[in-house]
């Protein structure tokens, strides 16, 4: 069982996402903001953090590289969630050490897909 | 903008701006100094003209007198010749061998033919006689009554010959038959060499004028003849019994001076302008005299002349003059104009020269960088104008808009609004510079013209710009991400179950919802700010429309309501529709950021005029740096409480442009951590009709 965070201030952001990838092979967490989604990281290890780029109390960005920045933490795949497609904000993903971005807008079955490659990569 | 320029400062910025321009003040000294020069050059032209008249006319008195002096000395030499002929006649007569005999008596009849003879060939003598030494007349031809004056001069002039030893002329007498005429004489000698006798001849005087007669005189001059005694033998005067020997001229003549003189003559009115010279052989004297008004004439058409020419010049000074100081006028006038329009120009202009320096900075500039009072002018413009780039560096003068422009001969303007000046107080003003090449000469290179606009407005707008972009697209984003991903599931996943597709179908629900209201009040705002919202005002029970509001929110909400109105408030003047949404705006923010199940309170009163409508929460209220700008479009608070919860910012914004709309009032009270009330005023009924009766 695969364990994923899903970190979204929108609770409708996270009812899709749950929704969506909710089966037997993963198990689901939910964080609304930054602070949260660190010491959920600590706490769980999961091995796949799903993470919106605004978030109430940080930046997602800033999340990602602390998150990048910690030996602890560092092992989770990290896949930003952005509603922002511009190059600039991705280099920045990019740069804070994000294994991968995902669009807002975004199709459930194409982020169902993506899910299942990640975690197919890494095994 | 309430913070105008300093009037000191602006006095000084003025000041010196309008210096080097040509002010109406340097127009009209140039002309005074121009019209004082011109009249200057009348006054000389009226001077020397008045010079050159006095000497023109000294210069033609001195040229008549000079003139009548030769005419004079020409006359006198001719008298003196026609006399001296006249002696050397008897003379010759007088050396002949035997002329001693004349004075024989035996002779006196040879005397008489020889005599006749004479007379004939010689009739320059009006009479010929020999005398004895003692004064008898021995014979004479033609014979004359001896008068008393005959006798007289016969004596006179046989004293003055014998005392002379050779030759006398006499002064002037009356001849027998009335003619004036003058005696000559010389002696006889025996062979001895002793004298024996005098031979006389009378001589006409007009004979003697005759011969003076080819002199050459100017018009209206007159010749005098005066003999030895001050007689007038010709001109005016003429006699042997009045003397003017004491006459200056001719007394001076007399005494054998000659010269010019203006002196008044015997017989003639006023000066005269006269010429004297002696006939030294004779005693006698040569006067030429003209009348002083000889020379008015060509004096006269001279001054007319000259003063035909200062008129001439005058009305050239004048001309000059007008024309001059219509040209300054004009010339003042279009410096003045173009001063002006660079002064009063809303942007900021300055010229520089090729090398960047400052040449002229207009108030507006002035106004903009802070350095007033001319002190930018002649200094470069990178030391005057810092500008920074959008990562706050220091742009180089080679990189800036106007050394640009220098360099390419190119229109070259600053992009965006990045560009920031720094004033003279440290402040960073936001602005956008044009530089055009300023083209005089052709050839050269002249510098530049910049333009500098304080963009700060602009840059606040760009700034309102980009985060409406952000909050809308996000704002958009979220809700279409959940239609399209729950309609998704729907239409793909078979095995949701009715609970999950229940789920699925009220986020698309509340999601088209969302969207709904984020279009309406983007609209609003649209309508706001062009001022196309319109206002429906007519009484409404505000009792009721608020019960109505608070119920639908009861109905879905958990928080405790309460209300608060009491039942004689009375009807107030509003549109309906806008204060059910005022009401609806103003409980759901209090919904959303106070906590379930806490106390939300909608209290009406009446306070003057006005309805007051107050909402409380217990929520997480608005900290004191955050008050002022809740009204403001897009603003919306960093705080996670309130990140948490959806929003654009404009809610408030359109509440209280509806509330003003109406005739009211909105505002807050606030405490952080504790609630917020949000009051509105909306006009009674009673009082509208009150002021409208009155």
């Known amino acids: 069982v695969r364990t994923l965070l899903i970190v979204d201030d929108e609770d409708g952001v996270r009812a899709l996402v749950r929704m969506t990838l909710e089966s037997e092979k993963y198990q689901i967490l939910e964080a609304r903001g930054g602070a949260e989604a660190i010491s959920l990281v600590k706490r769980h290890q999961p091995d796949l953090v799903l993470l919106d780029v605004m978030l109430p109390d940080s930046s997602g960005i800033d999340v990602c590289r602390a998150l990048k920045a910690d030996p602890d933490t560092r092992a989770a795949t990290v896949v930003m969630l952005t ?6 904000d991705l280099e920045e993903a990019e740069a804070a050490g994000a294994d991968g971005y995902f669009t807002k807008p975004f199709s459930p079955v194409a982020l169902m897909q993506r899910v299942e490659r990640i975690f197919g990569a890494s095994i | 903008m309430s913070e105008k320029r300093d009037p000191r400062q602006g006095d000084g910025a003025a000041s010196t701006w309008r210096s080097p321009g040509l002010g109406q003040a340097r127009v009209r000294r140039l002309i005074v100094v121009v019209i004082v020069a011109l009249s200057g050059l009348v006054v000389l032209v009226a001077v020397l003209g008045t010079e050159q008249i006095l000497s023109a006319r000294s210069s033609l008195r001195n040229q008549i007198r000079n003139g009548e002096l030769t005419s004079a000395r020409l006359a006198a030499s001719a008298v003196s010749s026609a006399v001296s002929s006249r002696v050397e006649i008897l003379q010759n007569l007088a050396v002949q061998p035997g002329s001693a005999n004349l004075v024989e008596p035996g002779q006196a009849v040879n005397l008489a033919a020889a005599l006749v003879a004479i007379e004939r060939l010689y009739p320059q003598f009006s009479n010929i006689a020999v005398l004895s030494p003692s004064g008898a007349l021995l014979s004479e031809a033609p014979s004359w009554p001896a008068t008393a004056e005959v006798v007289s001069t016969r004596r006179a002039s046989k004293t003055g010959v014998l005392r002379s030893g050779q030759r006398y002329v006499t002064g002037a007498f009356v001849q027998p038959d009335g003619e004036l005429a003058v005696t000559v004489a010389t002696v006889l000698r025996g062979a001895d060499g002793s004298i024996v006798g005098v031979l006389q001849g009378a001589v006409p005087v007009s004979s003697i004028s005759e011969a003076v007669g080819g002199t050459r005189l100017n018009g209206g001059a007159i010749l005098y003849l005066v003999d030895q005694h001050g007689h007038i033998l010709t001109g005016h005067g003429v006699g042997a019994n009045s003397s003017h020997s004491s006459t200056g001229p001719i007394r001076r003549a007399l005494s054998g001076q000659s010269g010019t003189t203006t002196a008044t003559l015997p017989g003639l009115q006023g000066g005269r302008l006269v010429a004297y010279v002696p006939v030294s052989s004779l005693g006698w004297a040569v006067i030429v005299e003209n009348s002083q008004s000889a020379i008015e004439g060509p004096v006269a058409s001279m001054t007319e002349r000259l003063a035909a020419i200062g008129g001439a010049v005058l009305l050239f000074a004048i001309a000059a003059a007008v024309g001059l100081w219509f040209l300054l006028r004009q010339l003042g006038r279009q410096r003045d104009e173009v001063t002006a329009i660079f002064a009063s120009v809303g942007e900021g202009v300055a010229t520089v020269d090729a090398s960047g320096q400052v040449l002229k900075i207009n108030p507006a500039l002035e106004q903009i960088c802070g350095c007033f009072g001319g002190s930018a002018l002649g200094r470069p413009w990178w030391e005057t104008f810092v500008m920074y780039d959008e990562r706050g560096s220091v742009i180089g003068w080679e990189e800036t808009v106007v050394a640009r422009a220098i360099r390419t001969r190119d229109v070259v303007a600053s992009r965006g609004f990045t560009l920031s000046l720094l004033t003279k107080d440290g402040r960073r003003t936001p602005v956008a510079v044009t530089a055009s090449p300023l083209v005089i000469d052709r050839l050269v290179p002249s510098g530049a013209v910049v333009v500098v606009r304080d963009v700060s407005g602009e840059r606040e707008v760009d ?8 909050t809308v697209s996000h704002e958009l984003r979220t809700p279409l991400t959940l239609i399209q991903g729950f309609s998704e599931l729907l239409l793909v996943r078979k095995d ?7 789920e699925a179908l009220a986020q698309v629900h509340a999601s088209s919802q969302r969207l709904g209201r984020l279009i309406d009040d983007l609209l609003s705002v649209s309508r706001i700010e062009s001022g196309r919202l319109t206002i429906e005002a007519a009484p409404i029970d505000l009792k009721e429309a608020v019960t109505e509001v608070v119920s639908s929110f009861a109905l879905e909400d958990d928080h405790r309501f309460v209300t608060d109105i009491p039942s004689d408030l009375g009807a107030v003047v509003a549109d309906r529709d806008k204060t059910v949404q005022v009401l609806t705006n103003l409980l759901s923010n209090a919904v959303k950021y106070s906590p379930s199940g806490s106390e939300v309170r909608v209290a009406a009163r009446c306070a003057g005029n006005h309805a007051e409508v107050g909402i409380t929460d217990h929520g997480i209220g608005v900290p004191t740096s955050e008050a002022a700008g809740v009204f403001e479009k897009f603003s919306r608070s960093d705080r996670s409480e ?17 509330v003003e709309l109406q005739g009211g009032q ?29």
């Open chain 1, 83 to 88: 509603a922002k497609a511009q190059s600039s």
């Open chain 2, 463 to 470: 700034q309102l710009k980009t985060s409406l972009v952000s």
């Open chain 2, 496 to 502: 949701l179950d009715s609970a999950r597709s229940h």
């Open chain 2, 642 to 658: 309130v990140r948490q919860v959806g929003g654009t910012g404009l809610g408030l914004y359109i509440t209280k442009n509806l």
């Open chain 2, 666 to 694: 909105l505002w807050m009270r606030s405490e952080e951590g504790r609630g917020s009330t949000f009051t509105f005023t909306l006009p009674l009924e009673m009082a509208m009709a009150g002021t409208e009766a009155k």
